[in-house]
């Protein structure tokens, strides 16, 4: 009976996930709504140095144009505070929407099997265009694969492994349990930030939290 158990227990998460991704709007947070608060736990991906005095937590979907264009800004923040700012990432692929999104974290996940997580992250976003939109994204993934120095086609061949959807499936409950409404959706110190598009103001909130 044991298996039988698991099995239904895991479809039952799976759909629960579904259920919560396909009412998820895709844009960031409304500056006037009200902040939220979340323990959030690790099994996000890092990059920065542990010790970091600040660590910006981001909850995104590849295959979000927001949070394409949010990237850009992400990434300069750790260039310009190397020691200071620590970045993890959650994955939540808003799949009614995104029906590549959920490929998208799974080869995310299988180019980081291949110790390249933190490359392919970045190339999903700065090449967002030429996949998001096809009926099978992964002749583009294995591409981007090869293209960053690792092995395309065994990225195609392991992506859709069960384990990298249910690493998935435990950042989306996180993002659940936070009452996430929108992607990205920014957190510092288990605080919502709410940052405009604009490395103005990316600049003003990581220099406010690192002044506390």
């Known amino acids: 009976m044991k298996p039988v158990i698991v099995i239904v227990l895991a479809v039952a998460v799976a759909a629960g996930a579904a259920v919560f991704l396909s009412r998820q709007p895709d844009r960031p947070s409304e500056t006037n709504a009200a902040p939220l608060t979340a323990d959030i736990k690790s099994g996000g991906h890092f990059r920065g140095p542990e010790n970091a005095q600040v660590t910006l937590v981001e909850f995104g979907d590849y295959q979000c144009p927001s949070c394409g264009a949010y990237h850009p800004f992400v990434k300069e923040i750790l260039n310009r505070y190397p020691q200071q700012v620590r970045l993890e990432f959650h994955h939540f692929p808003l799949i009614s929407i995104h029906p590549n999104s959920m490929a998208a974290s799974k080869a995310a996940e299988a180019a980081g099997e291949q110790g390249h997580y933190w490359e392919m992250h970045d190339a999903l976003f700065e090449y967002q265009t ?16 090869n293209r960053i120095g690792i092995n395309g086609t065994i990225l195609v061949q392991t992506m859709d492994s069960p384990r990298f959807q249910e690493r998935i499936l435990k950042d989306v409950e996180q993002g659940d349990r936070a009452k996430i409404q929108a992607v990205p959706t920014f957190f510092i ?16 909130v990581i220099e406010a939290n690192l002044h506390k």
């Open 189 to 204: 110190n288990g605080q919502q930030v709410h940052i405009l598009l604009s490395m103005e103001d990316f600049v003003r």
């Open 130 to 145: 030429q996949w998001s939109d096809k009926p099978d994204p992964k002749p583009v993934f294995a591409a981007i694969a």
